[in-house]
T-cell receptor, first 113, second 111 residues
Framework: GAGVSQTPSNKVTEKGKYVELRCDPI?????LYWYRQSLGQGPEFLIY????????DSGLPNDRFFAVRPEGSVSTLKIQRTERGDSAVYLC???????????FGPGTRLTVL | GQQLNQSPQSMFIQEGEDVSMNCTSS?????WLWYKQDPGEGPVLLIA?????ELTSNGRLTAQFGITRKDSFLNISASIPSDVGIYFC???????????FGGGTRVLVKP
């Protein structure tokens, strides 16, 4: 079946702009995770959804970052007033069971000029 | 917060060689996971470890969950060119549902 998909694959924006990154999880997976991966580093946890609700948003770096999952499937990560330091690959993962069975998407590479 | 240290940061392999990498933590984890990431892709799970002392294999890969629950290692036997990539360890603690990742070990082919 289809895996986790993320759109766009690449996004280039200017400092100060607003961006939205989309994640389509594997059908039927109730858990959805967002991670940020800076160049040369491992993924860092941002937020975890169980169904429609954000069960853990402790990884969001500041209030410019926000994520929603209104119908318990597709999720959107929103970044306001982007800064150059936001440049990274944003990974989404979904799971039917628990954190140990996450399937990752290919990521969205965000570049803030 | 929790941090995972992976070593080595990078290594060169020659086809047929065995390679080893490890991961240490300042905190205890209940689950250790090893992932491989290829360029332009997300991480793919290789092995999951659930019990201290557990030794698990997946083909040419073998991983162990350290007795102290603060470390793990991954061995690749008889390496082949497609083993090239970045390997990440990740830990899952008692609370919450998030994974903490190490910085990765980049495996490259000897020129």
């Amino acid at each position: 079946g289809a895996g986790v998909s993320q759109t766009p694959s690449n996004k280039v924006t200017e400092k100060g702009k607003y961006v939205e990154l989309r994640c389509d999880p594997i059908s039927g997976h109730t858990a959805l995770y967002w991670y940020r991966q800076s160049l040369g580093q491992g993924p860092e946890f941002l937020i975890y959804f169980q169904g429609t609700g954000a069960a853990d948003d402790s990884g969001l770096p500041n209030d410019r970052f926000f994520a929603v999952r209104p119908e318990g499937s597709v999720s959107t990560l929103k970044i306001q007033r982007t800064e150059r330091g936001d440049s990274a690959v944003y990974l989404c993962a979904s799971s039917a069971r628990g954190a140990d069975t996450q399937y990752f998407g290919p990521g969205t590479r965000l570049t803030v000029l | 917060g929790q941090q995972l240290n992976q070593s080595p940061q990078s290594m060169f392999i020659q086809e047929g060689e065995d390679v080893s990498m490890n991961c240490t933590s300042s905190s205890i984890f209940n689950t250790w996971l090893w992932y491989k990431q290829d360029p332009g892709e997300g991480p793919v799970l290789l092995i999951a470890l659930y019990k201290a002392g557990e030794l698990t294999s997946n083909g040419r890969l073998t991983a162990q969950f350290g007795i102290t629950r603060k470390d793990s290692f991954l061995n690749i036997s008889a390496s082949i060119p497609s083993d090239v990539g970045i390997y990440f360890c990740a830990g899952h603690g008692a609370a919450g549902n998030k994974l903490t990742f190490g910085g990765g070990t980049r495996v490259l082919v000897k020129p």
